[in-house]
């Protein structure tokens, strides 16, 4: 009897063989590499049904007129293809990019603030990001107010990215005083948050109509008036930061496991966190100070993606840029369909599409499989 519970103890304490590991590694980058794969090819079937919408054209046409243009073919003036050529690259093109880059960028963020927060609340917006952008937004639009002297085709834009990061500096500066842990940092976003709000709320009770409906235009989020010119700065400092994102993916793996941990191997928690929030700010100050507040790209985004492939952040934050620029170019489409008059933001077409899929992942669509 004693002997059989001992070569029953040795069956269950037993380890899995060298061929059954790699097995199972081989398993799982087999499921990282058809997740990403999938997720892109799936963008790029939006990107181009996105182009063909209102042309009369096919997703293969879109591309063919894209590359087209890209060789430098040039159309006769106010021809059937001109009109096309035209309307994808100055109308269409410009809002799926701008499209792409901010569902990259905020996806990123979001991962990174889960990461260092050690809270699946967390998303670019935790610290205040998305109130100081709307308190510079809303100064510039209701009143007048700008925070530097350049054109005035760039006053909301600047007063958005200057707004935006403010909170950020204070939650630092804050925290540098007070050796905060991540939920203080949380309480001094929203106690942040609510300061700005509160202001945005002042001045737009005073505002005219006109002024109203731009700054709520700018409040929900939309990517109707993108232009090239929006393009560069959220280009240059999302690819930036997403660089140096993935090069602290391996210290984030390492908080993800306590902070006792981390110290312990090496890691200085607390300027590492700071230096994280620096590079989200300014990566989210970038994109909604030509896009205003997007929600939920940030926070759902990393989580459909850990739920497929896993935690690691080395993974995880690139995976997440996909699926974030997928969610974000599909509900523009979504916004565009809907309504043959005027664009719905897409801030409301994300609101409304990714609220209850956000609720299905934490409960789970069966017990013990929610998220969290």
């Not at 790699?22 to 079937?45: D, G, P, Q, T």
């Not at 890691?267 to 909604?288: K, S």
Request: net charge neutral.
């Amino acid at each position: 009897m004693t002997t059989t519970r001992k070569q029953t103890s040795a069956r269950v304490l037993e380890l899995p063989d060298e061929k059954g590991l790699v097995e199972a590694y081989r398993h799982n980058l087999f499921l990282k590499v058809v997740f990403i794969i999938s997720c892109f090819a799936v963008l790029m079937l939006v990107i181009g049904y996105s182009l063909a919408v209102g042309q009369g054209i096919t997703v293969s046409e879109s591309y063919e007129i894209m590359m087209k243009h890209l060789a430098g073919e040039i159309y006769p003036l106010r021809s059937e293809m001109w009109w096309k050529d035209y309307f994808i690259w100055n109308n269409v093109m410009p809002r799926v990019v701008v499209g792409i880059i901010g569902g990259c960028g905020l996806a990123a963020c979001g991962a990174v603030m889960q990461s260092i927060m050690s809270n699946p609340l967390a998303d670019p917006y935790t610290t205040g990001i998305s109130s100081g952008a709307c308190f510079g937004a809303v100064a510039s639009l209701i009143a007048g107010v700008s925070f530097a002297s350049l054109g005035s085709g760039y006053t909301t834009v600047t007063n958005a990215f200057i707004g935006a990061l403010v909170p950020t500096m204070i939650v630092i500066l804050i925290s540098r005083r007070i050796n905060a842990t991540p939920a203080t940092l949380i309480l001094i976003g929203v106690a942040i948050s609510y300061f700005f709000n509160a202001a945005v709320t002042l001045m737009m009770v005073t505002a005219t109509a006109e002024d109203l409906q731009a700054a709520y235009l700018w409040q929900v989020g939309t990517l109707t008036g993108m232009t090239w010119s929006s393009v560069p700065l959220m280009l240059v400092i999302t690819a930036a930061g997403s660089a140096v994102a993935m090069l602290f993916s391996k210290n984030m793996n390492l908080l993800t496991m306590g902070e006792n941990s981390a110290k312990s191997m090496g890691l200085d928690v607390e300027q590492f966190r700071m230096l994280c929030l620096i590079m989200v700010a300014v990566m989210t100050a970038a994109i909604v100070s030509f896009t205003g507040i997007l929600g939920f790209v940030g926070l759902i985004s990393p989580h459909i993606t850990r739920l497929v492939i896993g935690s690691d952040n080395r993974v995880v934050i690139p995976a997440s840029m996909i699926v974030g620029a997928l969610m974000l170019v599909s509900c523009d489409l979504i916004s565009r369909l809907v309504s043959n008059i005027t664009d719905i933001p897409v801030g409301v077409v994300l609101s409304l599409l990714c609220s209850p899929i956000f609720l299905l992942m934490v409960t789970g669509l069966k017990r013990g499989r929610g998220v969290y």
